[in-house]
């Protein structure tokens, strides 16, 4: 399938959202608010729930699922307090040692005025540099769209999943064409360069596996994430927390090392 | 230092192209008169030079390369740089970026967007990384991210302290996905290095956004800046069209981040060696050292 098409069913307005996911994978769920400094970001739904028998905690990207919610959500697209708000949880999950799920979707952090007063670049850099060390599993996946640095904010996991017709991209296609070749109607072009396709991803190892999706039917999903995360994390469970994170750092530290971009 | 352009005839096309460009009154050579984009006077290039590259008269700081940088910073001959041939590939074969890399090979005299290495700033030994502006804008790709990798990872093994300067528009996107991975690899050299009781000092320069503010430039236990830096995550033109509306005056520059607290301190060019002198000082950096780090 073409680039562009995943693109469109991944902002698709009918699709799930983050809060649907919870709804289908967790029970006994329990929302969770605040940063603890400045105030809750609706844009990040964050709490507890029960992945089978294991509690775990729960990070969440929410674009909102009708317009009243949408602007309510700020259309998933987080202030600094979100993203503080997130790291906040996950301090707690390691406190209490339960696995950590996110689940990415969102067009990119939130580009305003209160946005960069509060320190957006800060609040990412320190959840990038925190989550790398975090000493209980993190399992990341993409289920619509992975907008740059602030998708990569929830990104710093032991594994990373997309669905099949999820994108991540290092800027939107849009932004791409209009900056490279100040041409907008070169979305689709930009699309197929970015490589932001959950197989192109695979293929650059950005990303460890893909869920399938089925005729707009998410209950197959549900099942294989279900199974699939609670099998990740016995499996990493099992490791002490200096391997865990030792590993994590290997999985991000491969990408571009010296060996593969050659060209010496 | 000799102005260095002075005498020096361009080596291609490129290069004289950029220059015709650079002219801003065609009476005056470029080389021998620069205006203040600030106050729009005119100095002496010696002037400037001799003053680290700011203007005498409203204090505007020019943009300066990497190696000037270092020559500011560093007592003379003891960097020693690391890796500097490491060029760029085009995995994605990203359309146009051959052609790119090479005509910012040409431009900057540099094979990639950041030096890395070691020096000595009062005898005190540091890691070090400066970003080069001059080379696709001090972007992020998969070298420039391994570099700053590298030369934490050095300076962990090495127990020395890490000083950086940054200027860069963001991750670069003609490396797609593998350019924004580099976030995440960087900050987690930084957390290793940090996690060791190992100082990091930033000093971040005009513009520093995007990738590179949402990771390593904001990660530095002190953070500097030099006066009137752009230092954002999204620049003012994303959020004007964003937000559909002006901005106000002074937004996102060094000074607006002190009032809100995301950096340290502003330090102009002319006392940074001072300060940085001074900061290794408070945290025991030793004088001295040999070449393998130890003491």
């Known amino acids: ?264 | 230092m000799l102005s260095k352009g002075l005498f020096k005839k361009p080596k291609n096309e490129l290069e004289a192209q950029h220059r015709n460009k650079r002219k801003t009154d065609p009476a005056i050579p470029s080389e021998l008169c620069r205006s203040c984009p600030s106050c729009k006077q005119l100095s002496f290039t010696s002037d400037l030079e001799n003053n680290f590259h700011v203007c005498p008269k409203c204090g505007h700081h020019f943009r300066i390369n990497a190696r000037q940088r270092l020559n500011m910073i560093i007592d003379q001959d003891t960097f020693v740089e690391q890796y500097h041939d490491l060029s760029s590939n085009n995995r994605l074969e990203f359309p146009g970026y051959d052609e790119k890399l090479e005509q910012a090979t040409l431009f900057s005299h540099e094979s990639e967007g950041v030096i890395i290495g070691t020096g000595k700033i009062d005898n005190r030994k540091v890691a070090l990384f400066v970003m080069e502006a001059t080379f696709m804008m001090g972007s992020m790709g998969q070298v420039v991210g391994e570099k700053i990798t590298l030369i934490f990872e050095y300076a962990l093994k090495h127990q020395l302290p890490v000083i950086g300067y940054t200027v860069s528009g963001g991750a670069r996107m003609q490396e797609g996905m593998l350019a924004l991975m580099q976030m995440a690899k960087t900050s987690g050299a930084v957390k290793r290095h940090s996690d060791a009781g190992l100082l990091y000092l930033t000093v971040l320069t005009d513009p520093t956004t995007g990738g590179v503010t949402a990771s390593f430039a904001m990660e530095g236990d002190i953070i500097l800046a030099e006066p009137e830096a752009l230092i954002a995550f999204a620049g003012p033109r994303v959020i004007e069209q964003t937000i559909r509306q002006r901005l106000p005056k002074g937004f996102q520059r060094a000074e607006f981040l002190l009032e809100k607290g995301f950096v340290d301190a502003i330090v102009p060019r002319s006392t940074q060696k001072e300060t940085l002198t001074q900061l290794l000082t408070l945290h025991g950096i030793p004088k001295g050292g040999d070449q393998n780090g130890s003491i």
């Open chain 1, 1 to 264: 399938m073409e680039a562009y098409k995943r693109v469109a069913l991944a902002r698709k307005k009918t699709r799930p959202t983050g809060q649907d996911f919870i709804d289908n994978l967790f029970t006994d769920f329990i929302e969770l608010h605040g940063d603890r400094c400045f105030g809750d970001d609706p844009a990040v739904i964050t709490g507890l729930g029960q992945l089978m028998d294991m509690p775990v905690t729960v990070i969440a990207q929410e674009r909102g699922q009708n317009t009243k919610s949408r602007v309510k959500r700020n259309f998933g697209s987080a202030h600094p307090e979100g993203y503080r708000k997130a790291l906040r949880q996950m301090k707690l999950a390691e406190k209490f040692n339960r696995p950590i799920v996110c689940l990415i979707d969102t067009s990119g952090a939130f580009c305003g005025i209160g946005a960069e007063e509060r320190g957006q670049g800060l609040a990412i850099a320190t959840n990038l540099m925190e989550m790398m060390s975090l000493t209980v599993p993190i399992l990341s996946v993409v289920i619509g769209e992975g907008g740059s640095g602030g998708a990569l904010a929830l990104g710093v996991a032991d594994e990373v999943w997309m669905l099949e017709n999820a994108i991540y991209s290092v800027i939107s296609p849009e932004g791409c064409a209009s900056i490279l070749w100040k041409d907008a109607s070169k979305t689709k072009d930009a699309a197929n360069c970015l490589k932001l396709t959950a197989h192109d991803l695979l293929e650059l190892q950005v990303i460890d596996k893909i869920i399938s999706e089925n005729h707009r039917d998410f209950k197959n999903v549900y099942r294989e994430l279900k199974i699939g995360l609670y099998k990740s994390f016995k499996k990493n469970q099992t490791l002490d927390s200096d391997q865990l994170t030792i590993n994590r750092y290997q999985r991000f530290r491969k990408y571009g090392a010296i060996e593969s971009i050659a060209k010496l």
